[in-house]
């Protein structure tokens, strides 16, 4: 058994595949998920686990160098949005429209589901190097 760090399994998996600039998502409970990308469902129920919780446990693991939000986070849900801010402070963060957002999740080896059931609770995340 796993000592540490994310016990989801099928998240260590996803992580450990990353090349650079290879991307992820984390989303809240509403945001579609296009057929062609991995889905990680890890929503319980509204609220549980929330974005920060998940995005903390992942950061964990992931060695990020940029991160694109939705431009409408800042208006809809400004704390969640700090919080981002004050958790990845040397990471890249672009903002682009929430339908942009949309179309970029495409590309994504994976989005992981929360149970987030704030407005524009979601992140894409560029997997940087370690050395």
């Keep these: 058994m796993k000592k540490q760090g994310t016990l989801n399994s099928?998240?260590?998996?996803?992580?450990?595949?990353?090349?650079?600039?290879?991307t992820i998502v984390i989303g809240d409970c509403g945001l579609p998920i296009p057929d062609s990308v991995k889905r990680?469902?890890?929503?319980?129920?509204?609220?549980?686990p929330s974005f920060m919780e998940t995005l903390?446990?992942?950061?964990?693991?992931?060695?990020?160098e940029a991160a694109v939000l939705a431009e409408e986070i800042k208006?809809?849900?400004?704390?969640?949005?700090?919080?981002i801010v004050q958790l990845m402070p040397d990471a890249g963060m672009t903002y682009v429209s929430h339908e942009q957002f949309k179309r970029l999740t495409s590309n994504a080896k994976a989005v992981i589901r929360t149970g987030e059931d704030t407005p524009y609770a979601n992140i894409i995340l560029?997997?940087?190097v370690i050395f």
């Excluded at 990680?40 to 549980?48: E, F, P, V």
């Design 126 to 128: 560029q997997s940087g």
């Design 10 to 22: 099928e998240i260590t998996s996803v992580i450990s595949r990353l090349g650079h600039t290879d």
């Design 75 to 83: 208006q809809n849900n400004p704390e969640v949005e700090q919080q």
């Design 56 to 64: 903390e446990i992942v950061l964990e693991e992931m060695q990020v």
């Design 40 to 48: 990680i469902d890890l929503a319980l129920k509204r609220g549980t």
